[in-house]
């Protein structure tokens, strides 16, 4: 008899589960130069699954429309999750 039973989770799953928080693409303003911006993605990896950031460099841009601009508050909860993704998503 297998360990788990359930179905194994996917992509979908995560979305669905995260009120697709990490669909969104967010960025932050450059405390030295508010004309750059840092872009900031989350993807979901298939081969660790787990959810994992894709962080820019600061650049001169301005940001899409649908783009969140991320607080502190929100990055240090984002870096948290992060910590407690390491495991496997089941």
Same mark, same amino acid.
């Given at each position: 008899m ?13 979305h669905r589960?995260?009120? @697709?928080?990490?669909k ?18 989350f ?7 787990t ?5 820019? @460099?600061f ?13 502190? %508050? %929100? ?14 998503f089941?």
């Amino acid at each position: 008899m297998a360990l788990n039973d359930a179905p194994e989770r996917n992509v979908h799953d995560f979305h669905r589960l995260t009120h @697709n928080k990490f669909k969104k693409t967010y960025f932050k303003r450059n405390p030295k130069d508010p004309t750059q911006i840092q872009v900031i993605r989350f993807f979901f990896n298939v081969f660790t699954g787990t959810p994992q950031q894709q962080v820019s @460099n600061f650049h001169a841009a301005e940001p899409d429309e649908d783009w969140v601009e991320m607080t502190p %508050e %929100e990055e240090g909860r984002l870096m948290r999750f992060k910590s407690l993704t390491q495991s496997q998503f089941y």
